[in-house]
């Protein structure tokens, strides 16, 4: 029934889907309306996945939603059946449901999010436009026949969501654990939602003709250019989106292999330095000690200082208990100092002894350049806190950070700040394959205007006993 209003508001204006006609509730149809809450979710997910990245569905207070909306059509519709009257008050009663999960699942730009579901919409409407075909060509209406036009409306477009439900929920799962986001650039956006909004007109354009034209073929020839051209529009959008990830990916790596290799390459200067140093200093208390025994004090004090002025190299201090974080913190050291942002280590991380040099390497660089700019976002008050702890089976590792707005909701929030939020935030996705790699578990926490990334590792994956 949703996807009949949609689809009479925005494009047709006619019964093409639905039960219509006074139909009195019965079972059957209550489970038809149980479609529409997959439907309202589907809508959710695609807004959250393709439009918006200032959103995190708190499916709790959702759920609750989804059930008043729910028991409110199936009384509406014991009440007064099925008929047009109870058709478009379903409709608004659904947009009102949107538009309320929309606005308090949003943690900024509500409004913007609001408006951003007509197109999320037109996106799921083409996808039941897909679907239609695809099961005309298949042949399936026939199910009819055998259960009847009502359950075979559940079961078929029933079927029809819970397949695109399973769909969105891999693509968000793929995306969380690569880091890969599938925001579309606003260039993408506005060529997807103008498609949208054209494809079912010209789909009902080549039934018109169908009905009109009575060529053999012409209505398989019009069905496969239609869902060619769709296949084509997503092939294309995908190829970007993987060309960017691993162009984004790639750069990342070079700047975090750069990172590396300048730290060295100045902690191989500083050691030459200081072993020049180291190899005069024989000589240099031996000047000291003529100046002294020839009475030449101020010689030697001036002498003396000159020396102390020498920048003193190889001095650099452990501060985490891990050589590796302490490359990573000391070549990040200029825009620690330059943003004014208090780095503090509380316990010691050389539980991480075992643990591949690369892996801490990506684990750290990458949640020490989210807390970086996050605290760069902050006035005041900025400040990166690793805090390690431990039991006898577990040791944990929790990085704090103050950030700037305060998060609605416990979540895992992967939202960049950087401009080009659809082309950065890949760092998130590596960690995701550390923490995967020895067994960890990894959370992200917003309470209180501090953001807390949270890492529990068992012992035995390190070797630790």
């Known amino acids: 029934m949703i996807k009949k209003s949609f689809i009479a508001l925005l494009f047709y204006c006619n019964d093409s889907k639905g039960l219509i006609g006074g139909k009195k509730m019965n079972i059957i149809t209550a489970l038809f309306q149980l479609e529409n809450i997959l439907a309202v979710v589907d809508i959710l997910l695609i807004l959250k996945l393709f439009f918006s990245l200032h959103m995190i569905i708190g499916w709790k207070v959702t759920g609750i939603f989804l059930l008043v909306y729910y028991l409110m059509d199936v009384f509406m519709i014991w009440c007064w059946g099925e008929n047009a009257f109870t058709e478009w008050v379903h409709f608004g009663m659904t947009c009102v449901t949107l538009a309320g999960i929309t606005l ?17 919409t037109l996106v799921y409407v083409e996808f039941d436009v897909c679907v239609e075909l695809l099961m005309e060509v298949a042949e399936l209406t026939k199910i009819y026949e055998k259960v009847g036009e009502e359950a075979g409306r559940v079961l078929l477009y029933g079927t029809e969501d819970i397949i695109l439900l399973a769909i969105l929920c891999y693509l968000a799962y793929k995306g969380k654990k690569k880091e890969q986001h599938m925001q579309l650039t606003m260039g993408e956006g506005i060529f997807l939602t103008v498609f949208c909004l054209f494809s079912p007109i010209i789909t009902e354009t080549l039934k018109y003709l169908e009905q009109k034209i009575e060529v053999n073929g012409f209505s398989v020839c019009w069905v496969v ?5 769709n296949g084509a529009v997503i092939y294309g959008i995908f190829f970007r989106k993987c060309a960017k990830y691993y162009q984004q990916l790639a750069e990342q790596q070079q700047r975090q292999f750069g990172e590396t290799y300048n730290y060295f390459q100045e902690y191989k200067n500083v050691n030459e330095e200081t072993a020049r140093f180291r190899h005069d200093w024989k000589n240099h208390m031996l000047v000291l000690q003529s100046m002294f ?8 004090v001036s002498y003396f200082s000159k020396l102390s002025e020498r920048k003193e190299v190889g001095s650099r201090k452990v501060i985490t208990g891990n050589e590796m974080v302490d490359i990573v913190l000391a070549a990040k050291e200029d825009v620690l100092q330059r943003e004014g942002i208090l780095v503090e280590c509380q316990g010691n991380l050389s539980i991480l002894g075992n643990m591949d040099s690369v892996d801490v ?15 760069i976002q902050c006035e005041g ?7 390690v702890t431990e039991n006898p089976n577990y040791f944990m590792i929790c990085m704090e950070n103050f950030m700037a707005e305060e998060c609605k909701e416990k979540s895992t929030l992967y939202v960049t700040t950087k401009e080009d939020k659809g082309n950065h935030g890949l760092g998130l996705g590596n960690v995701w394959k550390v923490i995967e790699k020895y067994h960890g578990r990894i959370e992200l926490e917003g309470k209180n205007y501090c953001f807390t990334v949270s890492m529990v590792f068992p012992k035995e994956s390190m070797g630790v006993h």
């Open 361 to 375: 390497c990506v684990l750290f660089s990458n949640l020490i350049d989210n807390a970086v700019e996050s605290c």
């Open 293 to 300: 025994q020839s009475g030449e004090y101020e010689a030697a």
């Open 104 to 120: 308090y699942n949003s943690c900024s730009n509500g409004w913007k999010n609001l408006l951003l579901t007509i197109p999320a």
């Open 381 to 387: 008050n900025r400040y990166l806190r690793i805090i």
């Open 225 to 229: 250019f239609v869902l060619a051209v």
